[in-house]
Protein backbone atom coordinates (compact mmCIF):
# COMPACT_ATOMS: atom_id res chain seq x y z
CA UNK A 1 0.00 0.00 0.00
CA UNK A 2 1.50 3.61 -0.84
CA UNK A 3 0.00 6.67 0.79
CA UNK A 4 0.25 9.82 -1.70
CA UNK A 5 0.18 13.51 -1.05
CA UNK A 6 0.20 15.93 -3.00
CA UNK A 7 1.53 19.78 -3.61
CA UNK A 8 2.93 22.87 -5.16
CA UNK A 9 -0.77 24.18 -6.39
CA UNK A 10 -1.70 27.90 -6.98
CA UNK A 11 -2.87 30.47 -9.10
CA UNK A 12 -0.17 31.21 -11.81
CA UNK A 13 -0.84 33.85 -14.51
CA UNK A 14 -1.59 32.22 -18.32
CA UNK A 15 1.92 31.39 -19.69
CA UNK A 16 2.99 30.87 -16.34
CA UNK A 17 4.49 27.38 -15.01
CA UNK A 18 4.24 25.57 -11.52
CA UNK A 19 5.98 22.42 -9.98
CA UNK A 20 3.71 19.30 -8.79
CA UNK A 21 4.84 17.33 -6.50
CA UNK A 22 3.22 14.52 -5.17
CA UNK A 23 4.90 12.28 -2.02
CA UNK A 24 4.71 8.98 -1.38
CA UNK A 25 4.57 7.00 1.84
CA UNK A 26 6.35 3.45 1.93
CA UNK A 27 9.25 1.57 0.90
CA UNK A 28 7.17 0.04 -2.51
CA UNK A 29 7.11 3.31 -4.37
CA UNK A 30 9.59 1.75 -7.37
CA UNK A 31 6.86 -0.81 -7.76
CA UNK A 32 4.54 1.18 -9.06
CA UNK A 33 3.73 3.49 -12.48
CA UNK A 34 2.63 6.46 -10.84
CA UNK A 35 0.23 8.94 -13.02
CA UNK A 36 -1.17 12.65 -12.51
CA UNK A 37 -4.76 13.54 -13.66
CA UNK A 38 -7.03 16.12 -13.13
CA UNK A 39 -10.66 17.15 -12.77
CA UNK A 40 -11.22 20.63 -13.89
CA UNK A 41 -15.13 22.07 -12.55
CA UNK A 42 -18.26 19.94 -14.25
CA UNK A 43 -15.87 17.60 -15.59
CA UNK A 44 -14.79 13.71 -15.62
CA UNK A 45 -11.13 13.33 -13.49
CA UNK A 46 -8.99 12.47 -16.86
CA UNK A 47 -5.06 11.26 -17.07
CA UNK A 48 -2.55 14.23 -17.59
CA UNK A 49 0.81 11.97 -17.85
CA UNK A 50 1.80 8.48 -16.64
CA UNK A 51 5.46 7.26 -15.87
CA UNK A 52 6.69 3.92 -15.69
CA UNK A 53 8.33 2.25 -12.29
CA UNK A 54 11.85 3.24 -13.74
CA UNK A 55 10.91 6.17 -15.23
CA UNK A 56 12.34 5.21 -18.98
CA UNK A 57 8.79 5.74 -20.30
CA UNK A 58 6.09 8.30 -20.27
CA UNK A 59 3.07 8.98 -22.53
CA UNK A 60 1.38 12.89 -21.80
CA UNK A 61 -2.46 13.53 -23.48
CA UNK A 62 -2.02 15.65 -26.46
CA UNK A 63 -3.45 18.46 -24.70
CA UNK A 64 -0.30 18.94 -22.86
CA UNK A 65 2.36 17.58 -24.65
CA UNK A 66 5.25 19.87 -25.16
CA UNK A 67 4.33 22.05 -22.18
CA UNK A 68 4.09 19.38 -19.32
CA UNK A 69 6.96 16.62 -18.07
CA UNK A 70 6.59 14.44 -15.52
CA UNK A 71 9.45 12.99 -13.57
CA UNK A 72 10.17 10.46 -10.80
CA UNK A 73 12.89 10.38 -8.08
CA UNK A 74 12.55 6.61 -6.46
CA UNK A 75 15.34 7.59 -4.11
CA UNK A 76 13.27 10.30 -2.89
CA UNK A 77 10.04 8.46 -3.34
CA UNK A 78 8.56 11.01 -5.44
CA UNK A 79 6.96 12.30 -8.33
CA UNK A 80 6.60 15.49 -10.05
CA UNK A 81 4.87 17.41 -13.02
CA UNK A 82 6.26 20.29 -14.57
CA UNK A 83 3.99 22.39 -15.97
CA UNK A 84 5.08 25.27 -18.57
CA UNK A 85 2.81 27.96 -20.67
CA UNK A 86 0.16 27.21 -18.49
CA UNK A 87 -3.70 28.21 -20.13
CA UNK A 88 -7.12 28.74 -18.31
CA UNK A 89 -7.92 25.61 -19.44
CA UNK A 90 -5.48 23.86 -17.12
CA UNK A 91 -7.56 24.75 -14.58
CA UNK A 92 -8.38 22.06 -12.33
CA UNK A 93 -7.80 19.57 -9.07
CA UNK A 94 -4.75 17.83 -9.98
CA UNK A 95 -4.06 14.23 -8.55
CA UNK A 96 -1.31 11.63 -8.45
CA UNK A 97 -2.18 8.34 -8.18
CA UNK A 98 -0.14 4.90 -8.17
CA UNK A 99 -1.14 1.90 -10.37
CA UNK A 100 0.36 -1.67 -10.97
CA UNK A 101 0.02 -1.53 -14.63
CA UNK A 102 3.36 -0.66 -16.83
CA UNK A 103 1.62 2.54 -17.60
CA UNK A 104 -1.83 3.60 -16.61
CA UNK A 105 -3.67 5.56 -19.12
CA UNK A 106 -7.17 5.31 -17.28
CA UNK A 107 -8.84 5.79 -13.80
CA UNK A 108 -9.62 2.63 -13.41
CA UNK A 109 -6.19 0.98 -13.46
CA UNK A 110 -4.86 3.03 -10.56
CA UNK A 111 -5.39 1.88 -6.98
CA UNK A 112 -4.36 4.65 -4.56
CA UNK A 113 -4.56 8.49 -5.02
CA UNK A 114 -4.01 11.47 -3.11
CA UNK A 115 -6.19 14.12 -2.12
CA UNK A 116 -5.22 16.58 -4.87
CA UNK A 117 -4.05 20.11 -5.27
CA UNK A 118 -5.76 23.01 -7.29
CA UNK A 119 -4.02 24.74 -9.79
CA UNK A 120 -5.77 27.84 -11.47
CA UNK A 121 -4.97 29.38 -14.21
CA UNK A 122 -6.22 33.13 -14.49
CA UNK A 123 -6.55 34.59 -18.17
Known amino acids: QVQLVESGGGLVQAGGSLRLSCAAS????????MGWFRQAPGKERALVATITRSGDRTYYVDSVKGRFTISRDNAKNTVNLQMNSLKPDDTAVYYC????????????????WGQGTQVTVSS
Open 97 to 112: AATTYDLGYVERQYAY
Open 26 to 33: GRTFSTYA
